[in-house]
């Protein structure tokens, strides 16, 4: 059976699922898809692990010990059903905005993520969700920047002389792009990388830049201060297709690279050379590509950091070749109907207030205010592990706890949130229902068919609100349409349903080189170095190097730097509890340069507490040339229960925001190493 792969993944895969006797049996990458080329990371390759999984939840769950215990009893869905709608109809009688949706990408799919989810929170009046957990300061430098999540088209990465992959571990987290990076290095192409971490895909590129995190926007400021006194500019592709050229010039004068050598923290020539090679594939017409990912906005500049990376390519023309130009996302290309598939006409005039999913554990323990709204008094998370995920978990859990918050949690297994529900909810898997999907790394929409029935009595996110929606009484016909039909509802007729039904993917049709001359979805059509809507925001219109909120180097209790990204067999806090994949991973890990070890007393394989003025958690240390000096890797993202101390990284990040699109800065701080405590250690 064909289908989709539902993560969280830039590359969304097209899936081949045997089926004997019922059960699936092997989940392989479909040869036919391109872009997928028949292979699978090693993550969903062992999906059918994680679909028969003896811990995975079967039966609709009621609360019976202390929240955060963990006990429950089996009930019936309608007992379930029965009960959750009398809550939610009481608590909506006096507002319905003291209800939040929490949700985020646990499937990435049209259908089970908002499809109905959406309606009937919208018909409920329930609070929005700024679902900001991950990648809208980029999203938004972007918008700002070329007008949209749109950029280059991933397959002509092959073809490009220079790849510059910046703030991403391509190898772990964006495989099927490395294909096409690996294809163009064959050719002769350079691959630099820019990352504070000698990651997997670092140690692989003919240069990597490891520079401080969160000083991304000065690099590429001083890089156009490279191109500007060298003249390897197309003034012509700057004069017809950009505004705000003389503003950025003289910002960018402003960025030497010696001045930007002390705030990045690494070679004056480093940064030379990477301008020189931009420079040069202008100079010999040849084409220069970009591949940024969401690690290097996750800082307080992120926004205004992918603005700048996102201005270079018009300055050398670069976007002039179909393989030259900047790729972030490429999810605002896809022409997906979403009044059609989350009716907003539902809300009848309201206008909920918004709670960004980021700040969730300050705003659990919020008492209602004129600003704040009401008091949070129920929670109904779906396709996310908030306890694990949210930055500064120390208030999250406290949040999750309150006794008097009533808390829901569809999913597949009993995660740290499922902990801290009242009912938990057995959802399916991408084997068992319809979905539709968009991607985030390539610009194919694919169909996902159920390949085996619910395991279980599981049911798919849509038929569980379907089913709420009905136990609650709405009895509009949209809570009547079927997940099938929802699939076709999603892209209307923009996209060929019957193409997807045979072939399981449909290509969108773009042309090669999009702004080759120009027309970027911006309001001016041009690629905009200067914002005239920041600017009339009273924001900067320029791009410039915002510092972080923790600067590396201005604390004494908390010397270092922590970045935790992604560790390469788990996907956030996905497949933590599958045992072959954890079995890789074995227990959370910090990576720390041998100088910081040393200066502190640890040696490789010491168990260190990691901590800062928001808490603490026990990891190993892994001395490791992986790590730069002041830099220390805390990869994520564990289970809390299935870490050293019930906790995880996120016990230390913070809940600030990033300059633009309301974003999360988890690579923006400061911590302190010490050995843990014996007792600590003598207790694991
Ligand atoms: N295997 C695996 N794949 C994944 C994920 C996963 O958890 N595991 N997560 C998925 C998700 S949710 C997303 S959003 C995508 C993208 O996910 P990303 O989180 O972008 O994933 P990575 O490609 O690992 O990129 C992060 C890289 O950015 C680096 N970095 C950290 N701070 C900075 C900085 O300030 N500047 C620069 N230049 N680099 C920095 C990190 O060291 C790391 O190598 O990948 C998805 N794919
Ligand atoms: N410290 C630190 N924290 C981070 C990050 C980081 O790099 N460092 N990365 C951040 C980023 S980029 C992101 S995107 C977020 C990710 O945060 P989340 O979106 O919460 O991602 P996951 O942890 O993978 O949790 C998804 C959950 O959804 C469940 N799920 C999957 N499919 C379905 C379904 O069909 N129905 C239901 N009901 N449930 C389903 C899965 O079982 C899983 O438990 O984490 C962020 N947190
Ligand atoms: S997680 Fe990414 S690479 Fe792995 S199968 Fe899914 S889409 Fe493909
Ligand atoms: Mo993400």
Partial sequence: MLGACPHDCPDTCSLVTTVENGLATKVQGNPAHPQTGGVLCNKVSHYTERTYHPERLTQPLKRTGPKGSGRFEAVSWDAALTDIAARLKTIAARNPEAIVPYSYAGTMGQVQSEGMAARFFNRLGASFLDRTICSTAGGEGLTHTLGGKVGMRVEFFAESKLIIIWGSNSIGSNLHFWRYAQQAKRNGAKLICIDPRRSETAEKCHDHIALLPGTDAALALAVMHELIRNNWLDHDYITSHTVGWPELRERALQWSPERTATICAVPVEQIKNLARDYGQCFIDRQPAAIRMNYGMQRVRGGGNAARAIACLPALTGAWRHRAGGVLLSSSGLFPVDRAALHRPDLLAGRWPRTINMITIGNDLLAESSDSFGPKVEALIVYNSNPVAVAPESGRVVEGFAREDLFTVVLEHFQTDTADYADYVLPATTQLEHWDVHSAYGHTDVLLNRPAIAPVGESKSNAQIFRELAAHM?????????????????????????????????????????????????????????????????GLDGLPDHVPNYETFGTSKDFPLAMISPPARNFLNSTFVNVKSLRDIEIEPVLEIHAADAAARGIVNGDVVKVFNQRGDYLVRAEVSARARPGVVNGMGIWWRKLGMDGTNVNQLTSQHLTDLGRGPVFYDCLVEVALAPQAAVASQ
């Fill in 473 to 537: 009484g709405f009895d509009e016909p949209c809570f009547l349409e079927s997940d099938e039909s929802l699939c076709r509802t999603a892209f209307g007729d923009k996209v060929d349903f019957n193409e997807l039904l045979v072939k399981g993917f449909a290509p969108l049709g773009l042309p090669e080189a999009p702004y080759a001359n120009g027309n970027f979805p911006t309001t001016s059509g041009k690629c905009e170095f200067f914002s005239e809507r920041l600017a009339a925001q």
